[in-house]
């Protein structure tokens, strides 16, 4: 709820200098830049682009430049699902194969279209850069339905809650086969024009030029010479990120979502797509229909962001004080989801809000910072870090996010990491901060599923001595891809090559079932991240491996005999390789 003191109009002008001096240091000639556009009670008060839309040809970003808002375009995939079901053509409680025949039936349970557009499906990730890095997809193969090939779900629907931008492909899809028109046709004649957004449209590929919209860019690190190179998704967004559109379009669009009289979808619709997940084990997840809704300092927000290679956004509503954010980003290196929020901060300041987010310190459990813990049933990986004093997770190999402390726990929001949250009792971790060292064992709650983390050792086994073990081809059939595991003069690779492109990582030994994998690609990294590679064995041999990302689950390499093995040596391994897996 938000407190009774009314957010007033002289409160806005006297937090703009503060949001000028946030966005100031982006004011330059030679970078990319971002765009926002800030509006209170409907009428707009504030619009001003910095940086560049064109760095070859020297244009400026101007406020009504259109940039791809990339994921913040969920919710108007999930609007479209929910006109269709006003329509009596589908049931939002519809499994996907009912409209979706082709894709291969993976779980009973799911995922239905409600499901996917709340993430709790178990639909993985677009798998396809896993295979082919950043390498382009024939355009005949985007008219395919995505994730065709896989043979697991991430978990069993309604388990768990993990962020898939694949679960939207395909619900672009449906509302493509259920109404008979293409996606981008749908959404022009059904949303945008009834509403008068006349800057925004479905453009489902990078290489499609359009009038008006800036330049996408994304920074090369300095190892890599630094500079800016051409943000291009190798694929296309269709359902998952496709929008481009401008912050007016968007500040008039938060205006419709706030207000009580809608003129595209009901009531009835705009309220489930604010509705919290619930998952199987009770876990309440602020993820609504392509929504995030939930508390920040105290008042109300809803929002949703987007990151896309060269392209980043956020749109935010803040309803009990009318105040709607808009910032539209073409490669400034920034995080827009950070600055919406300290754009509330700004504008409505300890007077309207309540105290700041509590997060868990470092200085205080230093025992656990920098250890590394493995849950064997899951191959879940997680470490410890030191984050400017924060005590922060990396879950699955990815970026450590600081974690939260409340109460007696301290934990990861769905708000910060787009998962289920994932929390750990502070008295397990207390003797940490008592001398004592760390804990030997964790239970972590994965979204209310408890997982049972080993400490791994602090002296990995040596690179010859596991080289001998997992070198040698393998076969990933979900990917139609090959892989190998090669001992190079920096220690061991993962190449893969698929029907189209190839990728390589460098692996890092945690134990000897468990490796770091790290995409050679600095870029790549930045798509798609790191992976856990679990080693899998049976009969006293390397039958296979696992790799795991934070929106991957279970990938599986095949060992292979020999560069020819024959078809009974294929299935004898996926045999051996599935029983060592058991339920994993």
């Known amino acids: 709820m938000s407190p009774p003191t009314k957010l007033l109009s002289t409160d806005i002008l006297a937090g703009l200098a503060a949001v000028d001096a946030l966005l100031q240091p982006f004011n330059r000639s030679d970078a990319p830049g971002l765009v926002v556009g800030i509006?209170?009670?409907?009428?707009?008060?504030?619009?001003?682009?910095?940086?560049?839309?064109?760095?070859?040809?020297?244009?400026?970003?101007?406020?009504?430049?259109?940039?791809?808002?990339?994921?913040?375009?969920?919710?108007?995939?999930?609007?479209?699902?929910?006109?269709l079901a006003e329509d009596d053509k589908l049931d939002v409680d519809d499994l996907i194969y009912q409209h979706l025949p082709e894709l291969p039936v993976l779980s009973s349970a799911g995922p239905t279209l409600r499901q996917l557009m709340r993430h709790t499906g178990g639909c993985r990730e677009d798998l396809s850069t896993i295979a082919h890095g950043l390498a382009l997809e024939p355009a005949e193969d985007w008219t395919k339905p995505a994730h065709s090939l896989q043979s697991e779900l991430n978990f069993e629907p309604g388990n768990r809650m993990i962020y898939s931008n694949g679960g939207y492909q395909w619900l672009a899809r449906v509302v493509e086969r259920v109404?008979?028109?293409?996606?981008?046709?749908?959404?022009?004649?059904?949303?945008?024009?009834?509403?008068?957004?006349?800057?925004?449209?479905?453009?489902?590929s990078d290489f499609d030029i359009r009038?008006?919209?800036?330049?996408?860019?994304?920074?090369?690190?300095?190892?890599?010479?630094?500079?800016?190179?051409?943000?291009?998704?190798?694929?296309?967004?269709?359902?998952?990120?496709?929008?481009?559109?401008?912050v007016d379009d968007l500040l008039r669009w938060l205006a419709h979502l706030r207000s009580p009289v809608k003129t595209v979808g009901s009531a009835a619709s705009w309220a489930q797509m604010l509705e919290p997940a619930v998952l199987s084990t009770g876990t309440v997840v602020p993820?609504?229909?392509?929504?995030?809704?939930?508390?920040?300092?105290?008042?109300?927000?809803?929002?949703?962001?987007?990151?896309?290679?060269?392209?980043?956004?956020?749109?935010?509503?803040?309803?009990?004080?009318?105040?709607?954010?808009?910032?539209?980003?073409?490669?400034?290196?920034?995080?827009?989801?950070?600055?919406?929020?300290?754009?509330?901060?700004?504008?409505?300041?300890?007077?309207?809000?309540?105290p700041p987010i509590e997060h868990a310190s470092a200085v205080a459990l230093p025992a656990?910072?920098?250890?590394?813990?493995?849950?064997?049933?899951?191959?879940?990986?997680?470490?410890?870090?030191?984050?400017?004093?924060?005590?922060?997770?990396?879950?699955?190999?990815?970026?450590a996010t600081p974690l939260r402390q409340d109460g007696d726990s301290v934990w990861l929001a769905c708000e910060d990491v787009a998962l289920n949250p994932i929390s750990i009792s502070l008295a397990a971790l207390g003797g940490a901060g008592k001398g004592e060292g760390a804990p030997g064992m964790l239970m972590v709650s994965d979204g209310g599923n408890l997982l049972h983390c080993e400490r791994l050792h602090d002296e990995p086994p040596a690179t010859d001595t596991l080289a001998a073990a997992l070198a040698g081809a393998y076969r990933v059939p979900d990917l139609a891809a090959d892989a190998w595991v090669e001992r190079d003069a920096s220690g061991l690779s993962l190449r893969l090559q698929g029907p189209h492109g190839r990728n390589t990582y460098c692996l890092q030994i945690l134990s000897a079932d468990v490796l770091l994998a790290i995409p050679v690609d600095p870029l790549l990294g930045t798509l798609v991240g790191n992976a856990i590679v679990n080693v899998d064995r049976a009969a006293g041999r390397v039958v296979g491996l696992r790799m795991d990302l934070p929106r991957i689950r279970h990938l599986r390499f095949l060992r292979r005999s020999s560069e020819n093995e024959s078809e009974n040596e294929s299935e004898s391994t996926v045999d051996l390789f599935m029983e060592s897996c058991g339920n994993a």
């Open 368 to 399: 656990v910072v920098g250890q590394r813990y493995h849950a064997a049933a899951t191959g879940a990986v997680l470490q410890f870090e030191n984050v400017g004093g924060k005590l922060a997770l990396s879950w699955m190999g990815s970026r």
């Open 287 to 354: 993820y609504g229909l392509g929504l995030m809704h939930h508390a920040y300092r105290g008042v109300e927000v809803i929002h949703h962001a987007g990151a896309v290679l060269g392209a980043t956004s956020q749109m935010i509503t803040v309803p009990g004080h009318a105040l709607d954010i808009v910032i539209l980003a073409n490669g400034a290196s920034v995080s827009t989801v950070a600055l919406g929020f300290q754009i509330i901060d700004a504008l409505l300041g300890d007077v309207h809000l309540g």
């Open 39 to 83: 509006a209170h009670d409907g009428r707009v008060v504030h619009r001003r682009a910095v940086g560049m839309a064109s760095l070859e040809h020297g244009v400026a970003l101007a406020p009504s430049t259109r940039v791809r808002i990339a994921s913040t375009s969920k919710h108007f995939t999930a609007l479209a699902v929910l006109l």
């Open 179 to 204: 109404s008979g028109q293409r996606f981008d046709r749908f959404l022009q004649e059904r949303i945008f024009a009834p509403l008068g957004l006349l800057d925004t449209e479905s453009v489902a």
């Open 211 to 246: 009038p008006g919209k800036a330049a996408q860019y994304q920074a090369l690190p300095a190892a890599a010479g630094g500079g800016y190179r051409r943000g291009m998704y190798p694929g296309e967004l269709r359902g998952s990120g496709s929008l481009v559109s401008s």
